[in-house]
């Protein structure tokens, strides 16, 4: 069968053989539902409760600030529009590079009353800080910025931001989905700071689609989503994918016990990754920024992303033009407008994310791959201009 060299880590990873083992007795033996007062029941509530000791552990959260739901996108919505719920229509914050599922739901929030404000972002992919500061003159209530960028891999200092937001008193979530595993991420030290909410997923760590977790301080109230039986503390009612929680508690575990070795490998990749792409001319996004070490965003000029994706899927390396979820959308991206990128220079955008199992021998081949890639498109253009 044939398997490309896989640089789309940030789009989802490989579930580990150990959270693959824990997960599989869930699905047959230990079927029971956690809500139920038998052995059966009070053995899948058990393998929850270890679950969520191993992803607050993960994150240095205590177990009650942990909540299951069943995707990143979920928890981000689950935190913005069920904080909404409980305060008085205000101001909204969030930075011009936040995924769609915070994007999106601080959208509908801008057309039931609230005044939604975008934090620009400077070259580089950081939030501007002095405009960040005149922004919480509008005093807002809710207050969004991620941790780690999907696409360029550029880090915030959301520690920083949060502590400048606390003169607002607002309430401050990060999305930390392609931090946690990646980079050291400490919510008690955060939550000190001022944050009190962050969303991370187990598919993007080794774990199973379909898990995830909103991390929320405890003395904070929200409406829930989804109403029902009054499940994960009534904030996220529904019977509970056993299987997956404990697939997520395990990865979260596996992952940051592995995250400092994991970050020398793929650090040392991505620069060999770079160096190889400076040489063929490309423009690295972030490039100066503290990024995320597996992730590296660049553009060939006068050649599209889209295209060059799809050529090096046939020749054997997988590679996205960016976010997965937003693969549909034919506009650039929204990141790179956010940073002050033309349109023509987006539309050629390539994101190569690493894993551990990446080598440099694949490195190696996909600059070759790319290169001779890249002078047949060149030369196609030539000949049809």
Known sequence: MFAPAYFDHNATTPVEP???????PYFSVQFGNASSRHEYGRAARRAIDEARGKVAAAVGAQANEVIFTSGGSEAN???????????????????????????????????????LHRAPIDATGRVDATAFAELLRERPKLVSVMLANNETGVVQDVEALAS????????????????????????????????HALTLSGHKLGGPKGAAA??????????????GGGHE???RSGTENVAAIVGLGVACALAVERQAAYARHVAVLRQ???????GLGATVFGLVAVRL??????????????????????????VASGAACSSANPEPSHVLRAMGVSPELARAAVRASLGAASTAEEVDGFLSALNSTAVRLRRLTAMSA
């Open 233 to 235: 503390r009534g904030l």
């Open 164 to 195: 400048a937001a606390r003169s607002a008193q607002a309430w401050f979530h990060t999305d930390a989905v392609q931090a946690v595993g990646k980079l050291p991420v400490d919510f008690r030290r955060l939550n000190a700071a001022g944050v």
């Open 272 to 278: 060999r990754l770079e160096s190889g792409l400076l």
């Open 77 to 115: 919505n689950l935190f913005l529009k069920g904080a909404a719920a409980c305060l008085r229509p205000g101001a909204l914050l969030v930075s011009g590079l936040e995924h769609p599922c915070v994007l999106r739901p601080a959208e509908q929030l801008a057309r039931h009353g609230w005044t």
């Open 293 to 318: 070490p597996n992730t590296v965003y660049f553009a060939l000029p006068e050649l599209d992303g889209e295209t060059l994706v799809g050529q090096l899927d046939r020749a054997g390396y997988a």
């Open 214 to 227: 909103l991390i929320l301080d405890k003395r904070l109230e929200l409406e829930s989503l989804i109403a």
């Open 18 to 24: 150990a959270v693959l083992e824990a997960m599989l």
